[in-house]
């Protein structure tokens, strides 16, 4: 009987055992369903990080085939033999579709001019013996960058251009005559750069072709190099959909700026707005200036402050809103100090009236009346 007691107990012990060893797996399984998922975005993050760190060096290099087709492409076709049917110029409709001979209509927007050549002569090569297809793109669409960060003017920009881009099926991308705008004319587009423009970390993210799912790459350049030692790889040719993004600095890049003014990376002239207790006789004047003008040189264009003057008002609308700075004038300030900024296009310069300035006008309104009447009564004396 005891035997027969120990043994029941022993079992239920193990049938607790095991219930407990169930429970926990059944508990480790359900967790590992929760977090597959996070896991595996993780990891396929970590994997296109990876990629992109991968293909960096390529985003710069100028023998990667990087222009995408898109509707309003003009592509004309070179074959390996002679036929008057298919020596035509094919223009990219509007929902991305070319209509070739034989094979009638083809999509062809989000890829590569080297891929669509590898494409078509697959497809010709089951009608034709080795077609040996050249795509010739003789007028490409305008296409549009975004500038974002330390510029002037954030936005959208379209350029437009025409080319005559070469390639063949059995060659690397040759570009003849193919004019798309650089890293350095998409920033003149937006105003050019501003004094805390860190150009040692510009971002470009670019739009691959759908044959690889319209992924993005990302790479960084340093436009410093380009600016003092003319390092032109840098200056990298743009297209359509390229995102620019410059960093700023939290500190004053005088140096730098100055340096830009060497280059044409920034517009030769900027208009600033100045109004308020100047000597130039309008109310409000827009004036142009040579870029990298300071705030003190700006008023003595304008002709100086007027006498018993109040303080200096000074606006700028930047990426994180309008700035706003009010002192008192500072004539020894140095170029690029916070009394004496160095200027851009649209900023604005008031300067406010003293308390003094405006009673000396409130005494000049009523005494004129005055005067008036006593220069009347002398004359007819």
């Known amino acids: 009987?005891?035997?027969?007691?120990?043994?029941?107990?022993?079992?239920?012990?193990?049938?607790?055992?095991?219930?407990?060893?169930?429970?926990?797996?059944?508990?480790?399984?359900?967790?590992?369903?929760?977090?597959?998922?996070?896991?595996?975005n993780n990891f396929e993050k970590n994997k296109k990080d990876s990629e992109i760190i991968n293909l960096r060096s390529e985003l710069i290099s100028p023998n990667r085939d990087f222009y995408l087709l898109g509707p309003n492409d003009v592509l004309s076709f070179e074959w390996g033999f002679d036929n008057e049917e298919f020596r035509k110029i094919y223009k990219v409709d509007q929902d991305g579709n070319l209509f070739l001979p034989r094979l009638r209509k083809v999509?062809?927007?989000?890829?590569?001019?080297?891929?669509?050549?590898?494409?078509?002569?697959?497809?010709?090569?089951?009608?034709?013996?080795?077609?040996?297809?050249?795509?010739?793109?003789?007028?490409?669409?305008?296409?549009?960058?975004?500038?974002?960060?330390?510029?002037?003017?954030?936005?959208?920009?379209?350029?437009?251009?025409?080319?005559?881009?070469?390639?063949?099926?059995?060659?690397?991308?040759?570009?003849?005559?193919?004019?798309?705008?650089?890293?350095?004319?998409?920033?003149?587009?937006?105003?050019?750069?501003?004094?805390?423009?860190?150009?040692?970390?510009?971002?470009?993210?670019r739009k691959l072709s759908r044959l690889k799912n319209g992924e993005k790459i990302k790479t960084e350049i340093n436009l410093i190099s380009t600016l003092l030692d003319g390092d032109s790889s840098q200056n990298i040719t743009l297209y359509d959909d390229d995102f620019i993004y410059i960093p700023k600095s939290e500190f004053i890049l005088k140096d730098q700026f100055l340096q830009s003014i060497t280059t044409n990376l920034n517009p030769s002239l900027i208009t600033v707005f100045i109004s308020g207790r100047v000597r130039d006789p309008s109310e409000t004047r827009n004036i142009k200036l040579p870029r990298a003008t300071s705030l003190n040189q700006a008023i003595n264009v304008s002709g100086g402050i007027k006498p018993i003057s109040g303080r200096i008002e000074f606006f700028r609308l930047n990426s994180e809103g309008i700035e706003k700075r009010v002192f008192n004038k500072a004539?020894?300030?140095?170029?690029?100090?916070?009394?004496?900024?160095i200027l851009q296009d649209g900023d604005i310069i008031r300067i406010r009236s003293s308390l003094l300035a405006d009673l000396t006008e409130i005494v000049g309104e009523i005494t004129k009346p005055a005067i008036g009447l006593f220069t009347l009564e002398a004359l007819f004396d």
């Open 331 to 341: 004539a020894n300030a140095p170029i690029g100090s916070y009394k004496n900024p």
């Open 107 to 205: 999509y062809v927007e989000g890829l590569t001019i080297k891929e669509l050549t590898l494409l078509l002569n697959e497809e010709y090569e089951k009608a034709i013996i080795n077609p040996q297809i050249i795509i010739n793109l003789e007028i490409n669409r305008p296409i549009r960058i975004y500038v974002s960060g330390e510029v002037v003017n954030q936005g959208s920009y379209e350029f437009s251009s025409t080319s005559n881009y070469t390639v063949s099926s059995l060659a690397q991308p040759i570009g003849k005559d193919f004019v798309e705008p650089t890293l350095f004319e998409a920033i003149r587009a937006a105003g050019g750069i501003t004094p805390y423009s860190k150009l040692d970390q510009v971002s470009v993210v």
């Open 1 to 40: 009987m005891f035997t027969f007691l120990t043994n029941i107990n022993f079992n239920m012990q193990y049938m607790y055992r095991s219930r407990k060893f169930l429970t926990k797996l059944i508990l480790l399984i359900n967790l590992l369903l929760i977090f597959e998922p996070i896991f595996a």
